[in-house]
């Protein structure tokens, strides 16, 4: 069936999540032992825009490195 002229048609995107399975919050940070997530973050991923995405994933080296210091 074809779409009327002002229906976009949009591809799909894969949203690459940083998630590992280990899903446990840090009662300290709050940050997600396995991908340094905050719980915010984990909720609202699928639903976060790229930028919003990339900027957390920016976080994460840095957040992982915090939590491995800490344990």
């Known amino acids: 069936m074809a779409l009327p002229d002002f229906i976009e048609r949009v591809t799909p995107q894969a949203i690459a999540s940083p998630c ?3 899903c446990t919050l840090d009662p300290a940070t709050g940050w997600c032992l396995g991908c340094g997530r905050t719980g915010d973050e984990i909720a609202r991923w699928t639903a976060m825009t790229d930028a ?13 490195a915090t939590i491995t210091k800490l344990i």
């Open 52 to 64: 919003g995405r990339n900027a957390v994933m920016q976080a994460l080296p840095e957040r992982m």
């Open 20 to 22: 590992i399975l280990v």
